[in-house]
Structures are given as C-alpha cells and as structure tokens.
C-alpha cells in the first residue's frame, strides 16, 4: 500500500481481526465494538461520497452476515450506515492508494427487482479506484437481443431513450431513482424487431416532476434486463 494501489475488503469480524493493528491505519477506521444479531437490516449511503443517497435492504437472515463490528472513521469517509447510524462501509483515499472496507458482506444486499444496485455499487467502486467517473452502464450479457443508449445525457427536460431489438419480444421499461425506486413506468408490450425510441419528460406516474439527480432506466426484454444511468440536470 505505501507503494500504491487500491484495496477493498470485507468481513463481518473486520474490527475484531484487524483491531489494533498498523493495517487499521490503511483502512482509517476505528473500531467500537462487535454487532449483534439482526442489527443491521438497512444500508444508507453517506454524503458527498459515491454512495450519496443509495438505500439498500440487508438480507443476512439469521446467518453471520447480521453480526456485523461497528466502526467509525479514523481518516476514511463513511460510505454507509446502518438504520442505528453506525458506520459499515468506508473509503480512505491518500496520495497513493485508495481503500474501501466494509463490515457488512456485499451478497447479503438484497436486491429484489430488475435493478442489480450490488453491480452498480462494485463499479462505482472500481471507478473510484481508477479515478474514472463515467455514466455508469449496468448490463448483462444480452448484446445479442437488445442494444440501447439515451440521448442527451445529461439532460435538463427530455431525454430520448433508443433502443434496438434484435428480435422480437416483450418490452418493459421502468425509470428508478437512486433509491431503487420506481417513479415512472414508460412500457410494457410486445415489440418487433427494428429500432424503437421512447422519450421520458422527468415526470413521474402521477405526472409531477421529479427532481434534479441520479435515474436508472432499465430496459426487460423476455427476463433479461440492462440497465443505464442518466443525470438529470437542470
């Protein structure tokens, strides 16, 4: 690490088994002690960091995964909390390396619709590390039926969502915010193959715009979905 490089480590025991040490110091965190069963049962992103806003269940049922250390920042960054507010995720930048830890384990985050927010996280992370910061795609590997982009990104009123359907099928597009929650469902039919465009206007179900940020549209063709990030910016 004092040569550079970037770390990310987890574990549910990452106070207890590092506590004291001169590793702690590369991590910037300070541990308060072991967690218990069933604490942690929500994650919340912290400010100005990458996981601004983000909100994700825990789903660790009665396994180890609950029994998480807590831990406060030494020099790092808290990422994310628990519904108690203590810290489970930081990040600690320095001059030469970048470190993420977390107490809770990223296959305990449930993630229970289309929207794969853990591989939104990973990447964010990723980024962090390679000092990039793009307009973050998250697909699965459906290149075969379905090729899709928005235009303009950023956007301030509209935003053009096109797409490309190399075979026929049933289409569902879905607007989330960066709490992974539906505000605007656009479609869900049946499409021919060909080249298609949907406009979204920032509006909501109910008609009422939404507000300045971070949205995800998600495209589902026959179970497979990708999903795209937009910034909407007025």
Do not use: C
């Not at 807590?70 to 790092?76: D, I, T, V």
């Not at 956007?155 to 605007?184: A, C, E, H």
């Amino acid at each position: 690490m004092d040569n550079g490089g970037n770390l990310y480590i987890e574990s549910v025991d990452i106070g207890a088994n590092h506590n004291g040490t001169t590793f702690f110091d590369y991590l910037g965190l300070e541990y308060i002690d072991d967690g218990s069963e069933q604490e942690v049962n929500t994650l919340k992103g912290g400010a100005d960091v990458i996981a601004t806003n983000l909100k994700f269940n825990y789903l660790g049922g009665y396994s180890p995964h609950f029994s998480v250390d807590r831990l406060e920042a030494n020099g790092s960054d808290l990422l994310f909390s628990s519904g108690d507010g203590h810290g489970r995720m930081f990040i600690h930048e320095t001059g030469t390396y970048t470190a993420v830890s977390s107490s809770v384990m990223m296959g305990g985050i449930r993630t229970d619709d289309s929207l794969n927010m853990k591989a939104y996280l990973i990447s964010e992370i990723v980024n962090s590390f390679l000092g990039y910061n793009p307009v973050t795609s998250l697909s699965e590997n459906i290149s075969a039926v379905l090729n899709t982009g928005n235009y303009p990104n950023p956007f301030s009123n509209n935003t053009n969502i096109r797409y490309t359907l190399n075979k026929p099928g049933q289409v569902v597009i879905d607007i989330y915010d960066v709490n992974g929650r539906v505000v605007r469902h656009l479609v869900s039919e049946e499409k021919l193959s060909g080249e298609h465009n949907i406009a979204w206007d920032a509006t909501n179900d109910f008609g009422e715009m939404v507000n300045d940020g971070f949205y995800f549209y998600t495209i589902t063709i026959n179970h497979h979905s990708q999903t795209e990030k937009m910034i909407l910016l007025r």
